[in-house]
């Protein structure tokens, strides 16, 4: 079946540096977009960043643009959340969600999150 | 951005009766709207999409409705595992965005 799992979080300084990753498998992983949104400490869901198949198209929320880095490895089906200039608002547990469809040339991506991993925590302090 | 408002934020409700949550946008999304249930400690589902279609596998208790700015998501006759937060979610524009959620808890 589906499953993405994500790992990667810790615990890191303001300022600091992490790599987040979500190794997918049970779907041809090369035919769909992928996204990253994370839910901070007792708050709801944001959207943060996704990808398109063929990683010619990204889309970040502004909050984030400049800052993180969203890539993909096809050919290790692997998704990654690069993430500099960490801020303690960045704090987080960060999720990966494969688009709901396939998508295909300028349809890339149709923006409905499902499934989803289960989650890696991001803690930003001092 | 679009601003998604959901309402209420808490919802009492007894186990077998209806629940009815509402989620307003600030724009119209046409019918751009999905909604999600989140439990503690577990990854968010996709319950349904395109405001009113149905997501893989989601139960015929769980239905959507509404376009451009008005959308409900009703729950009928809840059953214990439908006590968790719901989430709607545009996709209309950039940046994606998410309403503030809607606890559905057991009166």
């Known amino acids: 079946q589906v499953q993405l799992v994500e790992s990667g979080g810790g615990v890191v300084q303001p300022g600091g540096s992490l790599r987040l990753s979500c190794a997918a498998s049970g779907f041809t992983f090369n035919n769909y977009a992928i996204h990253w949104v994370r839910q901070a400490p007792g708050k709801g869901l944001e959207w943060v960043a996704v990808i398109s198949y063929d990683e010619n198209g990204k889309y970040y929320t502004d909050s984030v643009k400049g800052r993180f880095t969203i890539s993909r490895d096809n050919s290790r089906n692997t998704l990654y959340l690069q993430m500099n200039s960490l801020r303690p608002e960045d704090t987080a547990i960060y999720y990966c969600?494969?688009?709901?469809?396939?998508?295909?040339?300028?349809?890339?991506?149709?923006?409905?999150?499902?499934?989803w991993g289960q989650g890696t925590l991001v803690t930003v302090s001092s | 951005e679009i601003v998604l408002t959901q309402s209420p934020a808490t919802l009492s409700v007894s186990p077998g009766e209806r629940a009815t949550l509402s989620c307003r946008a600030s724009q119209s999304v046409s019918s751009k709207l999905a909604w999600y249930q989140h439990k503690p400690g577990q990854a968010p589902r996709l319950l349904t999409y395109?405001?009113?279609t149905r997501a893989t596998g989601i139960p015929a208790r769980f239905s959507g409705s509404g376009s451009g700015t008005e959308f409900t998501l009703s729950i009928s006759g809840l059953q214990s595992e439908d006590f968790a937060v719901y989430y709607c979610?545009?996709?209309?524009?950039?940046?994606?965005?998410f309403g503030g959620g809607t606890k559905v808890e057991i009166k």
């Open positions: 969600a494969r688009d709901y469809s396939p998508g295909s040339g300028r349809y890339w991506a149709t923006n409905r999150f499902g499934p």
């Open positions: 979610q545009q996709f209309n524009d950039w940046p994606l965005t």
């Open positions: 395109d405001a009113s």
